[in-house]
């Protein structure tokens, strides 16, 4: 069975960092591409940031772009998300989501979803 | 980046009604184009790939089509397990970009 679980996730000042983390397990993780995607209190979908199976492609939302770095560490089947300068705009629960594909842009759609981390900035 | 508009933005209906939802990009994505059903407090399910391929264990109930520009979600009948909030997206170009949601609720 697949599961993402993400974690991380909490109050922050604007201007502070945060690291989130999705543990994945039920398949081979470093066949796939994976992706961050957010959704703010009471509003839509908003793909954040994606990475390919070998780190080799990476892209950004416009409105995360230099500010938000993704990795992954395919030895532990866990994908990152370092948030840095952080707006209160930023707010959202944060999901993880794996690409049905392995490579790089345009990416696919997401077969699976982890249940998310929040993330609140606020002062 | 490519603007994907559904409509309406939300509705009522009833169990058993067929229902259609439709998602319109703002330029041709050929076939590629997904449908994700969430439910409050949970995650996107994936229902649809490919404008109109069924992801597994999907009920037969739902179906997709479209090509290019429009595309339509139908519920053939309703059930009471439907009433959520469906999201198109089109992954046929950087960065793919969702509809802003349809939010079916109980008549």
């Known amino acids: 069975e697949v599961q993402l679980v993400e974690s991380g996730g909490g109050l922050v000042q604007p201007g502070r960092s945060l690291r989130l983390s999705c543990a994945a397990s039920?398949?081979?993780?470093?066949?796939?591409?994976m992706h961050w995607v957010r959704q703010a209190p009471g509003k839509g979908l908003e793909w954040v940031s994606g990475?390919?199976?070998?780190?080799?492609?990476?892209g950004y939302a416009d409105s995360v772009k230099g500010r938000f770095t993704i990795s992954r560490d395919n030895a532990k089947n866990s994908l990152y998300l370092q948030m840095n300068s952080l707006r209160a705009e930023d707010t959202a629960l944060y999901y993880c989501?794996?690409?049905?594909?392995?490579?790089?842009?345009?990416?696919?759609?997401?077969?699976?979803w982890g249940q998310g981390t929040l993330v609140t900035v606020s002062s | 980046a490519i603007r994907m508009t559904q409509s309406p933005s939300s509705f009522s209906a009833s169990t058993g009604d067929r229902v259609t939802i439709t998602c319109r990009a703002s330029?041709?994505?050929?076939?590629?184009l997904a449908w994700y059903q969430q439910k409050p407090g949970k995650a996107p399910k994936l229902l649809i790939y490919?404008?109109?391929t069924l992801q597994s264990g999907v009920p037969s109930r739902f179906s997709g089509s479209g090509s290019g520009t429009d595309f339509t979600l139908t519920i053939s009948c309703l059930q009471s397990e439907d009433f959520a909030t469906y999201y198109c997206?089109?992954?046929?170009?950087?960065?793919?970009?969702f509809g802003q949601g349809t939010k079916v609720e109980i008549k």
């Open positions: 997206q089109q992954y046929y170009s950087y960065p793919g970009t």
């Open positions: 490919a404008a109109s």
């Open positions: 990475i390919s199976w070998n780190s080799g492609s990476i």
């Open positions: 330029q041709g994505i050929s076939s590629y």
């Open positions: 039920g398949f081979t993780f470093d066949d796939y591409a």
């Open positions: 989501a794996k690409d049905i594909r392995g490579g790089g842009p345009p990416w696919e759609y997401f077969d699976y």
